[in-house]
């Protein structure tokens, strides 16, 4: 019996994903539970497994169609099958976007030049006319809600997912309130280069996201940026100490990544609007220390989460960690062990970076970024001795967080890790 293959829902809130491409030709055998296709949702790119043994049939999914979650996009068949009546009703986002299509334009002017036909489109933003519907069902500005479908169309699930937001996603910021002035920066169109072109890659998917929201962070949050130097030496010998240990005990090797995420989990609860969020006109103190870990994954990055980093011990931190992070790099992370970091640590130090700024990863009010461990010239009690030092450097929101703030923090987590035996 044919198996239908659709669009996931991966997580709660959910409406639609963005296909990415298949793992499997039409008409090749695939086995139930091997990769199948992958999918971008707007926290990552998941590769999703076949729920069938058979053949791959009736394949409609093409590269960044934007999909509804339960939408059939293709059918596992037994040998010999065939496809099942249904297969030729054409998906629903095909209807869909057929129905949205403006008419053809016309040249009924009598200077012969085209004239187009009045659309749903036009103005400042193109949306569906289901999207505008529950738009003004829900009362939504559709002019604050960023479309995912083609050419930035905006779909029933932009506004659903920017309704379930809540009140801070429909707030105009403060510039752009009644009776608020708000300067507007021309658009300049910067000439390209004269070079020959390689390649020219799309912004989309996960790489989009990233570029959307790291520029609404740069661009919304006024950062403040503190760095210090932290003497390694004790926390150098507490991982050769206790890495066979916890090796054998665990399976994984103990790296300073792990002593990082436990050191930060110990320090933050001292300093709870380090481990807070903006809301509307609200802060927000977290009371778990939910700790994001920025990885590189091929061309982009994600943030898997330690989730309540505060209760676990240095084993428990070593095993999240290294799974997360292997999950990662398998594209086998689910959406919830991406979401909801309260507090991220960006490490670039294995990449021979001695320090950077790293930009806030939004909602949080905080970023440690964290450099390459270098054998450095210190005064020790009126002696120059050769320290491996490490530097680290806070980004945090200035509307939450003073300097002095961030400098306590910085001065209690330096403390911690030149005395790490307080974390085991």
């Known amino acids: 019996m044919a198996t239908a293959v659709i669009m996931p829902k991966v997580d709660m809130v959910m409406e639609a994903g963005t296909f990415v491409e298949w793992l499997k030709g039409e008409g090749e055998h695939v086995e139930k539970g091997e990769p199948l296709f992958e999918i971008t949702t707007d926290k990552a790119s998941i590769e999703i497994e076949s729920p069938a043994t058979g053949i791959l049939a009736g394949v409609t999914a093409k590269p960044d169609d934007v999909i509804p979650v339960t939408e059939v996009i293709a059918y596992i068949l037994e040998p010999g099958e065939d496809l099942p009546a249904e297969a030729t009703v ?15 334009v016309q040249t009924d002017r009598s200077d012969g030049t085209e004239a187009a036909a009045p ?61 608020i002035p708000m300067a507007v920066a021309p658009i300049v169109q910067v000439p390209l280069p004269t070079a020959r072109q390689k390649e020219v890659v799309p912004l989309a998917g996960p790489r989009k996201i990233i570029a959307e929201r790291m520029a609404h962070s740069a661009f919304t949050a006024p950062h403040i940026v503190l760095t210090l130097s932290v003497d390694m030496s004790e926390a150098t010998r ?71 980093a505060q209760s676990k011990d240095l084993e428990q931190v070593v095993i999240a960690l290294a799974g997360l992070v292997e999950r990662a790099r398998t594209k086998r992370l689910t959406p919830a062990e991406m979401a909801g970091s309260t507090f991220t640590i960006s490490n670039l130090g294995m990449f021979g970076i001695e320090s950077f700024t790293a930009i806030i990863n ?25 320290r491996p030092t490490m530097r680290l450097t806070l980004s945090a929101d200035h509307r939450i967080v003073d300097g002095a703030t961030g400098a306590r923090f910085l001065a209690d987590l330096k403390a911690v890790l030149e005395n790490p035996y307080l974390l085991i």
């Open 119 to 179: 659309g749903p489109d036009d103005g400042k933003f193109r949306a569906t006319p289901v999207a505008r519907r529950l738009a003004s069902e829900l009362g939504v500005d559709l002019a604050l809600v960023q479309g995912h479908g083609p050419r930035g169309r905006i779909h029933k699930a932009d506004v659903l997912a920017f309704a379930e937001e809540g009140p801070k996603a429909q707030t105009l910021p403060a510039a752009a309130q009644p009776g």
């Open 362 to 386: 939004p909602p949080e009010s905080a970023i440690l970024a964290v450099g390459k461990i270098v054998n450095t010239p210190l005064d020790v009690e009126g002696q120059i001795e050769l």
């Open 238 to 308: 507490l991982r050769s100490r206790l890495l066979a240990s916890i090796e054998q005990r665990t399976g994984f090797r103990l790296s300073f990544t792990a002593i990082l995420a436990r050191a930060v989990a110990w320090t933050l609860p001292r300093h709870p609007y380090l481990n807070a969020s903006l809301n509307g006109n609200e802060i927000i103190l977290w009371e778990d220390v939910h700790i994001g870990i920025a990885t590189s994954i091929e061309d982009y990055l994600i943030v898997p989460v330690i989730r309540e």
């Open 90 to 104: 054409p998906p629903a986002a095909v209807v869909e976007e057929a129905a949205l299509t403006p008419a053809p």
